[in-house]
Nanobody, 123 residues
Framework: QVQLVESGGGLVQPGGSLRLSCAAS????????MGWFRQAPGKEREFVAT????????YYADSVQGRFTISRDNAKNTVYLQMNSLKPEDTAVYYC????????????????WGQGTQVTVSS
């Protein structure tokens, strides 16, 4: 089993920045790609970004391309999401995900999920 714990969410004004972190523990040998999804109130969960085990391959949703950056530190079993130029439509609960498959497969859903961290962008 893999446990994922997100942190770094909060309240920010439009145009501001936040950095989310997700630390993995447990059966970390099961981890390949890692990534982020988000879910706004009344909407379905959607893909945000994924990254391969080596970090060589990344995928982004069109809505965040150029504003968000995903990275990982395998020594810390941690994945990050740097969010810049935040917009009110970025408001959502952000979930960390991982699994045994690659970044492309993970973009369609993960095997393990974190509890989520709230990001609110308002003015």
């Amino acid at each position: 089993q893999v446990q994922l714990v997100e942190s770094g969410g909060g309240l920010v004004q439009p145009g501001g920045s936040l950095r989310l972190s997700c630390a993995a523990s447990g059966s970390i040998f099961s981890i390949n790609a890692m990534g982020w999804f988000r879910q706004a109130p009344g909407k379905e969960r959607e893909f945000v970004a994924t990254i391969s085990r080596s970090g060589a391959t990344v995928y982004y949703a069109d809505s965040v391309q150029g504003r968000f950056t995903i990275s990982r530190d395998n020594a810390k079993n941690t994945v990050y999401l740097q969010m810049n130029s935040l917009k009110p439509e970025d408001t959502a609960v952000y979930y960390c995900a991982t699994g045994g498959s690659g970044a492309g497969t993970l973009s369609r859903g993960g095997d393990y999920w974190g509890q989520g961290t709230q990001v609110t962008v308002s003015s």
